[in-house]
């Protein structure tokens, strides 16, 4: 029965060191992960960029249609 007692206490500090060297890891991780207002902004940029290029990508259709339109019609 000791010898079983002796056993669990030696595994049990295994099991504390362990716990640590992961809480530790966790405690690290979690620094980098990103908030709601972090996603927020994100998201606002991207579709401002998305607004931006449907925009510029519209004005250049139109400019290279309305170029080869005169191109073309004479």
Not at 3 to 18: I, P
Not at 27 to 33: G, M, N
């Amino acid at each position: 029965m000791e010898k079983r007692l002796g056993l669990l206490e030696k595994r049990l500090a295994e099991m504390k060191e362990k716990l640590f060297a992961v809480s530790s890891k966790t405690d690290s991780i979690e620094k980098h992960f990103a908030t709601r207002a972090d996603l927020a902004t994100t998201e606002l940029n991207l579709i401002k960029w998305y607004v931006a290029t449907a925009f510029a990508m519209t004005g250049l259709v139109c400019a290279i249609t309305f170029g080869l339109t005169r191109l073309l019609a004479t």
